[in-house]
């Protein structure tokens, strides 16, 4: 069941950092382009850890999560994914945004991360594809709900 | 869906059970259908009915840079002191161009992230003329029928949202902070009418006695305001919490309204908003011949405003 | 600056002037000007009618002389190049002291520590997930681990950079490898990096690990106790590169740095310390951007703008208190992730602005940097980038080769005026701990980082491979990213810090900890005196830095987001 006021309302997006890097540049213009596009962004300081962002996530009821990791801190996000999981979280969409090399991407994908959005990546691109997971994350929970 | 009509009932009072019984994802998710009226909505509420009114609702409000959310922080922990479940709706500003928001209200309440006994919600503004969104109405209910004795309401800026935040608070906590002038001046205007409690935060800087006094004198000029009391507080140290809990719990006692009562309270102020936005709407928007005769009117100085909306509503 | 209609004097300047106007409007019918990213307004060409030679005497001097526009030292680079700092870092103290010879076999002639994240939060490391051990730089928790990083170096002969955030605890370590290794504090040389707890507090806030009122005390001692024991050593480094990294623009992060720098001036003077003793060892470290021109100029404005400030608000007589000395990084933020190799091109420019901005230090990036963690070879050829603009190009040749440019001082003027009004909006919200305090700050570097994002959105800034000349990433032989530590190396060091405190005298690291409490608490001791102390009796660097936040409170960043 999908209720008509549900579509019409902004996504909701928590973003936020795990770990140990600080620098929040990054996480603070993505948090401002998603606001720009209309969507509701519940914004944390760095340093939070696992089971606070589940705990984060499941009060506000996000749809998406963004991690930003300008270090190695995206190292931790496969522990995130199956502490989400844990929490009855799985339709909780995760991105990851920062300096991820190749390698690691791969393992994040494997993990359960949907997107990893690398230096350079476009305003258009990130709000899209943020918006297409939220609207998803919305599908998954509403299927959960009805069976 | 399926076809059963007792389906997604049972489903939707499992839900008010479970969130009853503590679960935080069940709150969460409460609050998520009430907030955006889903269809089961109307269920929920009918299941939530028996336990509602039962929490105490209080509103704290004041301009930017007063430091609500470390004082509610502080505030938080007293009522945890005292084992009180909390739940905090965490009001933020919404663009006005893109109808987006970023949330950052609970950054200084983290260290309660943990706990069980506290429930934070972000909530943004949502464009509403008042600033609170009426989905904070819903939000409150939800958080009263889980069973959470205190609910904390803490909006951002100064001026008309405070004085929404009023009418569904039961008691209404008003802060300023030395260095905020201009804003005291704004406060004067309406805010302080309001205010069942005034806080000047931030007392341990140099100024602060100087705002306290200005706060007292305006007090002074506001009928009935002898019996409100200025209390000083230092959110960073949790100096003055103790003793402003005790203000806020004094209050509550006097005051102590039954829980259909609170509630009506509450639901008055969501018939206010819809007969505000309706007839700002119908003004605005749809105009007509009665309208326009009423703006020459009140153009050539034959009718005041105030005039010319009574004969407009027929009051 | 609008100064078409100064009338000059020269024969055939105007009708020249016009005649070329008229040219040039005909070719590309008058289109606007660009902006810099200070926003200043840059025109097509510059004359003697925007800047007059006739100034030269206000506006330049000569070098090591006020206003000090053309440089610090009568000899600049011809006297002495700058020095090379290659930050470095990585695994476990054994790889940091490999890594450290090589480059010193490849030429650096100072060097840099860079702990793991692990240490910059204040931790050891059994208090975080392995995962993130050595990661992005050398773990270094105990005095045991900083002999082992300069395992074969010699300490007094070499000039140490430590990334080392209040309250300096990898200095202490330091100063208790030299004394055990019996060589004398007056020998060691180098700068505590990272001692700007305000631009931590802004910007960088990784390194932020004790509360303000705790990280200005401990700031204090630090100089207080640098300036008596180990008088080599440069205490103070106001950090401009974390405002202009987090989005300040280049005349906004050096208003800001000079604004910080003024505060703490103020907290010396107001611990009866002498201007003329302690400025001669206030060192700056700055970011250089692609933005070449913006960059000389904002060095050369900069080193003009602190002369004045601290004649005029400190009364500074010592001429080396009018130095401003810097040490510059090549921007991470103006690096690609796509086309990597194109970073060489990125980092030698930015290099060179350095250059001519008459830096006394230098580190250049490694072109992969946006990638991981720099890789060795990339690392080598950050390092031959130097030596090419050095040697091959003998950019050290001249001093100030820029310096009367009609364009390069105009725009040197005009940064210096950008930066005058930074500094008085930070005069008039009371100062640089005020107004870091309330977040001023924290809301213009935002602003100025999101309104650079919507410049390069929009393609007004142009980067190659990001919104310009896209082609499939053929750089793929530059991707080769470093390895982290192997779980059993990790695992051998966390071994080696459970030895290491199973072994040493717990009494006496208990009473050195109880010690530096107490200093905390009071108002007189010299708190890095007893840091100092407590790392000689063996207390690690977390166990001194919890003791810190329980006295001062955790340092927690004001969020402004």
Known sequence: MTSNSDETFPPRVLVTKIGLDGHDRGSRIVAAFLRDAGMEVIYTSPWQEIDRVVRLALEEDVDVIGVSSLATDHLLVPKLMVALEDAGLGHVKVVVGGIVPDDDEADLVDAGVSKVFHPGSARDDIVGEVAALAAKARREREQENAS | MTGSISGPAVQEQSLVKRMRAGELGALARVITELERLSKSAPQLLEDMAPFLGQAIVVGFTGPPGAGKSTLVNAYIGRLRAENKTVGVIAVDPSSPISGGAILGDRIRMSEHTGDDGVFIRSLASRGHVGGLSPAAVRIIDAMDASGRDVIIVETVGAGQSNIDVAEIADIRVVLSAPGLGDDIQAMKAGILEIADLLVVNKADLPDAERTYRQLQFALSLRRGGGDTSVVKTVATTGGGVDELAAKIAEIATAASRSPAERRRRRARQLLAWAVTDLIDQRIRKEGGPEVDRLCDEILTAELSPIDAARRLLGT | ?561
Not at chain 3, 278 to 304: C, M, N, V
Not at chain 3, 481 to 509: D, T, Y
């Open chain 3, 1 to 561: 600056m609008k100064n078409e209609a100064v009338q000059l004097p020269l024969p055939g300047f105007d009708t020249a002037r016009a005649e070329w106007r008229s040219d040039y409007n005909e070719q590309l019918g008058d289109p606007p000007n660009p902006r810099n990213r200070s926003g200043i307004e840059v025109k097509p060409l510059y004359t003697l009618a925007d800047w007059d030679p006739a100034n030269y005497m206000d506006d330049l001097g000569f070098p090591g002389q006020l206003p000090m526009t053309r440089g610090i030292y009568a000899t600049m680079h011809r006297g002495r190049s700058w020095s090379q700092r290659q930050l470095i870092g990585l695994g476990t103290p054994e790889d940091y002291n490999e890594r450290l010879k090589n480059l010193i076999a490849h030429g650096s002639n100072a060097g840099s520590l860079i702990p793991c994240n692990s240490v910059y939060r204040g931790y050891d490391g059994d208090e975080v997930d392995p995962l993130l051990l050595g990661t992005c730089g050398a773990v270094v928790n105990t005095v045991e681990d900083m002999g082992i990083c300069y395992r074969d170096i010699p300490i007094g002969d070499f000039s140490t950079a430590l990334n080392d955030p209040s309250p300096f605890t990898l200095l202490a370590l330091l100063l208790c490898v030299a004394k055990r290794r019996g060589i004398p504090w007056n020998k060691i040389t180098g700068t505590s990096n990272q001692s700007d707890y305000i631009s931590h507090f802004v910007c960088n806030h990784m390194f932020f690990r004790l509360a303000l009122p705790g990280a200005r005390r401990v700031l204090l001692d630090h100089i207080v106790f640098a300036q008596k024991h180990v008088p080599g050593w440069n205490p103070l480094s106001v950090v401009g590169q974390h405002m202009q990294q987090g989005g300040a623009t280049p005349g906004e992060a050096m208003g800001l740095t000079l604004s910080t720098a003024i505060q703490y001036a103020n907290d010396c003077v107001a611990r009866g310390l002498d201007p003329d003793q302690f400025l001669p060892r206030f060192t700056f470290f700055f970011d250089i951007s692609i933005s070449f021109f913006e960059e000389i100029a904002k060095f050369r404005a900069g080193r003009r703008v602190w002369q004045r400030l601290v004649r005029e608000r400190f009364g500074a007589q010592n001429p080396k208190a009018w130095r401003f000395k810097f040490h510059a990084q090549t921007s991470g933020v103006d690096l690609t992730r796509e086309q990597p190799l194109n970073n060489i091109s990125r980092v030698t420019v930015q290099a060179m602005a350095g250059i001519f901005g008459g830096l006394q230090s230098l580190h250049t990036d490694a072109y992969d940097e946006v990638l991981s963690v720099p890789t060795e070879k990339a690392a080598r050829i950050a390092v031959a980038t130097q030596e090419i603009l050095k040697e091959e190009a003998h950019l050290t040749n001249v001093i100030d080769p820029l310096g009367g440019s009609y364009y390069v001082e105009t725009l040197t003027n005009e940064m210096e005026a950008k930066i005058l009004e930074v500094i008085e909006r930070i005069d008039q919200a009371g100062g640089m701990f005020a107004a870091v305090e309330t977040g001023l700050v924290q809301s213009m570097v935002g602003d100025s980082a999101l309104a650079f994002q919507e410049r390069v959105e929009s393609g007004e800034e142009t980067i190659v491979g990001v919104n310009k000349n896209l082609v499939a990433d053929d750089d793929q032989m530059a991707r080769e990213p470093l390895k982290p530590p192997s779980g059993e190396v990790i695992e051998a060091q966390l071994m080696r810090l459970k030895r290491f405190k199973a072994e040493r005298n717990q009494e006496a690291v208990t009473r050195a900890l109880d010690d530096l409490a107490r200093a905390g608490e009071s108002v007189d001791e010299n708190v890095f005196g007893k840091i100092v102390e407590a790392a000689d009796a063996n207390a690690t660097h977390g166990e001194i830095c919890h003791r810190l936040r329980e006295v001062y409170g955790f340092g927690e960043p004001l969020i402004v987001p």
